[in-house]
Each structure stands twice: as structure tokens, then as C-alpha cells.
């Protein structure tokens, strides 16, 4: 059986994970930006949590884990790299090792750009992938740490997962980045049809995340830099595509 698992909004814009394996009741949380959320969803569906994962260190995907763990006792997972400035971790993980939810095991990716040790989880039997602020629904984090070719890197190894992944970002951004992204690339059929289906959906206070990949790669300006298309629409056709990632991130900073 695969792995369950439920949006929990959080903060103003911020979204946690609850992902739940029925076999052995084994439940984790993915971020932790505040407690309540994910107490009450721990409650309403009768789940004890086990396992916390935390993708960065940034302040409102940490700050409720302290109250959490008063009221929900669970093992700590994250990135080596960020233990230094994380909340004490019981388990530290680098690019390449496992981790498990139950019988379920996922592998951890360093998807370093928005900070210097960022980690993205991916649990393939169910077709997940816990990005946060890596790659996020039409659009990825601002590089505010590592470097543009850095973010590229990490971006491409998460456009390289199955196209059938979902991918659970960390935040409600979408709407300003389907702004951004028709800026760039108007006349692509796919992103219109998606930018509607955006605003209707939070008009009517529906989360737009999780996304699939596959509607990613279609869509979002920052997995297709190598796209002869967007490259001729910003003037930068027959470039790197690191270099024409950077440029779009520049321009989506300015915006």
C-alpha cells in the first residue's frame, strides 16, 4: 500500500506535510512552520506522528517544531550540511542516504540553491517528492545562498524524477508565479489553461499545491531553460541553460 498523506496550511503562505503509512501506522511531517496545523490534523485523522523531516533551515519551516515535539514526541531528520543551524537533529542525512516511513523508503537529494543544504525528499513507490522551496509550483525558491548554476543543478535533478511525481512544495506562491511566468512565455497553450486553473482555484481558497511534474515541465519557466522556445521569447536562444535559468530567476527577482 502506498503512503498517505494531507496538505496542512500553516502561517500565512506555508505549507507542512503529514505522510502516513496504513501498514504500520508510521506517520512523518515534512517542515514544521508552526504546531497547531499539524496537531489538529494529527487528531482529526487518528494518527500518531513518528517522524519529523526537515528540508532547510529558514525560520518558518523550524519554528514550530519545539512545540510540537512536547505534545508529539518523534525522531528528527535532516540535512548534515545544515545541522549546525537546524534544531537538534536525531538523525542527520546526506544526498543518496534513505530514509524510511514505515515500510516505505525515500531517498534524500541535495537540492542546495535557496540555502546552502537544502534537501528535497523523494519516496518513489508512492510517487512523492517533499521539495519545499527548491522546486515549487510554477516557479522555485529565490537563490539566496548558493549560486545560479547551483540552483540549476538541483533543479535538474528534480526534473529528471518520473514525470508522474507529485511534487509537495512549501509555500502558496503560484499565483504571483503564473504572473511572472506568462511575462516570459505567453503564448504557451499549457501555462494559460494552468494560470486559470490557478486563479479559479484560490478564488475560491483551494491550495494549488501539491503539483505534478509532468504539468512542471510543461509549465514552469524555471525547469525550461532549455527550452528553444522560451530561450527565443527572452532573447537568449542557443544558450547555456544554466545561464538562461539565471537570467529568469534574475528577471523573477525584479518583478
Not at 500553516?10 to 512523518?28: F, I, K
Not at 494560470?195 to 481558497?205: I, L, M, Q
Not at 537568449?236 to 537570467?247: C, H, I, L, R, S
Request: some cysteine.
Amino acid at each position: 500500500m502506498t503512503l498517505e498523506f494531507e496538505t496542512v496550511p500553516c502561517l500565512s503562505d506555508n505549507y507542512a506535510y503529514l505522510v502516513h503509512d496504513p501498514d504500520t501506522g508510521a506517520t512523518a511531517v515534512v517542515d514544521v512552520p508552526e504546531a497547531q496545523p499539524i496537531l489538529d490534523a494529527l487528531e482529526r485523522r487518528g494518527w500518531t506522528l513518528t517522524d519529523v523531516l526537515l528540508t532547510h533551515h529558514h525560520w518558518d519551516h523550524v519554528d514550530g517544531l519545539a512545540a510540537l515535539l512536547e505534545q508529539a514526541p518523534a525522531l528528527v531528520t535532516g540535512a548534515a550540511a545544515d545541522a549546525h543551524r537546524l534544531p537538534p537533529l536525531d538523525i542527520e542525512v546526506r544526498e543518496g542516504d534513505v530514509v524510511k516511513i514505515g515500510n516505505e523508503a525515500g531517498t534524500v537529494i541535495d537540492v542546495s540553491g535557496h540555502t546552502v543544504g537544502h534537501i528535497a525528499f523523494h519516496f518513489p513507490a508512492s510517487k512523492l517528492a517533499f521539495t519545499a522551496d527548491s522546486l515549487m509550483a510554477l516557479g522555485c525558491g529565490r537563490v539566496f545562498e548558493g549560486t545560479m548554476p547551483q540552483m540549476w543543478e538541483s533543479l535538474s535533478k528534480l526534473a529528471a524524477l518520473p514525470e508522474d511525481t507529485v511534487i509537495c512544495s512549501g509555500h502558496e506562491y503560484t499565483m504571483a508565479n503564473a504572473k511572472f511566468a506568462l511575462s516570459i512565455d505567453p503564448d504557451n497553450p499549457r501555462l494559460i489553461s494552468r494560470s486559470k486553473a490557478v486563479e479559479e482555484a484560490r478564488s475560491k481558497g483551494e491550495p494549488t499545491v501539491p503539483s505534478v511534474l509532468r504539468e512542471e515541465l510543461e509549465t514552469n519557466p524555471f525547469l525550461r531553460a532549455g527550452d528553444p522556445g522560451l530561450q527565443a521569447a527572452i532573447g537568449m536562444e542557443g544558450a547555456e541553460p544554466a545561464d538562461v535559468f539565471a537570467e529568469i530567476r534574475t528577471r523573477k527577482d525584479r518583478f
